[in-house]
């Protein structure tokens, strides 16, 4: 079984950053593609980013394009997901997910056959 636990959530203020880890345990991390995913008060899922196995492939939703960024750490089973600007809109609780492919990097919720159990993000105006 795999075990997804995300950690750096907390309060800040708009323009901000806040980097969130995700600890991975279970498995042979690099041969899993890895995503964030959040979820804002009233609001369905979404997609925020994606990193393929290697770490050579990466994927964003437009709205944070060019304020967040995807990475790994194979050596340390961790993904990682570097937020800055951040804006109110921002807020929500943040999900990792992991899906076990070295072959495409999954970008929508049914792919990822794992999750965490969230990460509270929460931006002040």
């Known amino acids: 079984q795999v075990q997804l636990v995300e950690s750096g959530g907390g309060l800040v203020q708009a323009g901000g950053s806040l980097r969130l880890s995700c600890a991975v345990s279970?498995?042979?991390?690099?041969?899993?593609?890895m995503g964030w995913f959040r979820q804002a008060p009233g609001k369905e899922r979404e997609f925020v980013a994606a990193?393929?196995?290697?770490?050579?492939?990466?994927y964003y939703a437009d709205p944070v394009k060019g304020r967040f960024t995807i990475s790994r750490a194979n050596a340390k089973n961790t993904v990682y997901l570097q937020m800055n600007s951040l804006k109110p809109e921002d807020t929500a609780v943040y999900y990792c997910?992991?899906?076990?492919?070295?072959?495409?990097?999954?970008?929508?919720?049914?792919?990822?056959?794992?999750w965490g159990q969230g990460a509270l993000v929460n931006v002040s105006e």
């Open positions: 990193i393929s196995w290697n770490g050579r492939s990466t």
């Open positions: 997910a992991a899906d076990p492919t070295r072959d495409y990097v999954p970008i929508l919720a049914p792919q990822f056959e794992f």
């Open positions: 279970g498995r042979t991390f690099s041969n899993y593609a």
